[in-house]
């Protein structure tokens, strides 16, 4: 099956810094890869949609300028959490999506607790 | 837009069956169902791509009524190793690209 990998698994930073989470597509081509938060016993929120070499379509109500994401290459996006906030505290997920279209599944990663102080 | 789930939670024992339900107000490419165990990441189960389709994975199968927009997720004769968090994702084109909303999900435990 299809392996989604993030990195870190765990983080806490201190209120201001700035945060980097890893997603990678392991074993596959991903040319889309999704970015979602949970809060504990929520759904999962889709926070924006990355394509390869394209700027990502974020979500109404999540702020571009605040979670920068960045799809370098077919296994690679990034989401980086600036200026954190307590607020910002939460599980962090990424799934990868092996072409685009109707019907094709997202493998997710094990995601990222981040813990802002 | 996030597709309703029911129930919100269900407790079973061991080897009884239950149902889960998905529907969504909006048209429907396809439904893709997830269980995510607690502090683990959501684990695929299945998609259904058309109207009509059911799909199976060992106990657990599926349905999809395109024209009503409802997803049901049957498990039958459930194992302690089902228990967790189901949720439905309901798949729709959304200016132009393909985007999947999940359900706020279904708790299940199963009990000896």
């Known amino acids: 099956g299809a392996v989604v990998s993030q990195h870190p698994s765990r983080v806490i930073c201190k209120s201001g810094t700035s945060v980097k989470i890893e997603c990678r597509s392991l074993?596959?081509?991903?040319?889309?890869m999704f970015w979602y938060r949970q809060f504990p016993k929520k759904s999962l929120m889709l926070m924006a949609t990355?394509?390869?070499?394209?700027?990502?379509?974020?979500e109404q109500g999540v702020e571009k300028d605040k979670f920068l994401i960045n799809h370098a290459s077919l296994t690679l996006s990034t989401l980086t959490v600036t200026s954190a906030h307590p607020e910002d505290s939460s599980f962090y997920i990424c799934s990868a999506r092996a072409d685009e279209g109707k019907g094709y599944e997202q493998y997710f990663g094990p995601g990222t607790r981040l813990t802002v102080t | 837009q996030q597709p309703v789930q029911s129930p919100q939670a269900v407790i079973l024992r061991e080897g009884e069956d239950a149902v889960i339900n998905c529907s969504s107000s909006?048209?429907?490419?396809?439904v893709h169902w997830y269980r995510q165990k607690h502090g683990e990441a959501p684990v695929f189960l299945m998609i259904l791509l058309k109207g009509g389709e059911q799909k199976g994975h060992e106990k657990i199968s599926a349905s999809f009524n395109e024209k009503k927009q409802q997803s049901s997720l049957y498990l039958t004769a459930s194992q302690l190793s089902y228990s967790g968090t189901y949720f439905c994702?309901?798949?729709?084109?959304?200016?132009?690209?393909?985007?999947?909303?999940f359900g706020i999900g279904t708790k299940l435990q199963v009990i000896p």
């Open positions: 909006k048209a429907l490419y396809s």
């Open positions: 990355s394509n390869e070499g394209s700027k990502a379509t974020y």
């Open positions: 074993d596959f081509q991903a040319t889309t």
């Open positions: 994702g309901t798949e729709r084109n959304a200016g132009g690209y393909q985007k999947v909303t």
